[in-house]
């Protein structure tokens, strides 16, 4: 396993931060590592869906949050070791494969049981925190649990299968209406497993529905999150924002009810990036990294961890 090591950034509690790398399928898959000194926690973090990186970025869709920076330097504070992954075919992981879109969820969950075994080597107990579509990742890499992993962390995941998640924000917004017929018959052959060509969509469509996106996009929908978390014995927290305009309290409770012994924490006001909302501005915590992350996560975060610490 080669580690790869540039210009190292102090915290409190003897932490240093240094980006790391691990075998990826044809390159190497790479990562922001903070290590703590004594760390009893170590948490990997997944980033949601599309072209979205360690930080919590994705530039091409306007996306500006370092909402993953954030909470992973926050959690340092608390004595907490990270992870926080590049999805292979993007950004340092980009030599990990040639086309980032030729990807299955159960690929990146093997990449991420390869992150959880790195991440042994900082804390005794490892966490995978997901979020968003990174949630679900974290379900499925949960079912074939490695050896050190701990227990999962559910921000903003959903709880229903995503084309059907899909559907219901395209339908919250009026201006919508005349294209929802044609998005409901796309989805229901994804869900088929049927594709359709690009260029015979309504040109405003396209772009969601590349090829390689609907590729991408059969796979990701034949999972239905709530029945993958019934199959998790361990520990689990959920997390959710009542002011989220992507996933919803809905999603939250189905989760629930698939995990009964999981633990939960309600941002009140929190949007899906984590965040406070922003009166008169949904996408404020979209495109302004330097709004804080919501006052309930980190706190909460480092209780539940606390909760679960090993006896020596």
């Given amino acids: ?20 790398q691990i075998p990826g399928p044809q390159g190497p898959l790479e990562a922001e590592q903070i290590t703590v000194e004594g760390a009893d926690h170590a948490v990997v973090i997944i980033p949601g869906s599309g072209p979205t ?46 086309d980032p879109n030729n990807v299955t969820i159960a690929a990146y969950a093997q990449d991420t049981r390869d992150w959880v075994d790195h991440a042994s080597a900082l804390a005794p107990c490892v ?15 949960a079912q074939d649990q490695p050896e050190n992993l701990c227990g999962l962390i559910l921000m903003a995941t959903p709880g229903r299968p995503m084309g059907q998640l899909l559907i219901e924000q395209f339908e919250a917004n009026p201006a919508n209406a005349p294209l929802m017929p044609e998005l409901r018959e796309i ?13 015979a969509l309504t040109p405003i469509l396209r772009p969601l529905f590349s090829e390689g996106i609907q590729r991408f996009m059969v796979d990701g929908f034949s999972y239905d999150p709530a029945m993958i978390a019934k ?17 919803n309290a809905r999603d ?34 979209y495109t302004d990294p330097s709004l804080p992350l919501h006052e309930a996560l ?14 020596e």
């Avoid at 989805?187 to 260029?199: K, S």
């Avoid at 984590?274 to 404020?284: D, E, P, Q, R, S």
Wanted: glycine share 12%.
């Fill in 187 to 199: 989805v229901e052959g994804l869900e088929a497993g049927q594709t359709r060509d690009p260029a």
């Fill in 252 to 285: 939250a409770g189905l989760l629930q009810g698939a995990l009964p012994q999981a633990q939960y924490i309600d941002l009140a006001g929190g949007t899906h990036m984590l965040k406070a909302a922003v009166a008169g501005n949904l996408v404020a915590t």
């Fill in 298 to 311: 980190v706190p909460g975060i480092a209780r539940f961890l606390i909760e679960h610490t090993k006896p």
């Fill in 127 to 141: 966490w995978i925190a997901g979020h968003s579509e990174g949630g679900l990742v974290a379900l499925v890499a």
């Fill in 53 to 98: 990186d360690r930080d919590g970025n994705a530039s091409v869709m306007g996306i500006k949050t370092d909402a993953y920076k954030q909470l992973a330097e926050a959690l340092a504070e608390q004595g907490v070791a990270s992870l926080r992954v590049d999805k292979r075919g993007f950004y340092g992981s980009s030599k990990a494969i040639v």
């Fill in 231 to 247: 199959d998790w014995p361990g520990p689990a927290l959920i997390i959710q924002g009542d002011e989220d305009i992507q996933v």
């Fill in 1 to 20: 396993m080669r580690l790869t090591c540039l210009v190292p950034l102090l915290f409190p509690a003897l932490a240093v931060a240094e980006p790391v």
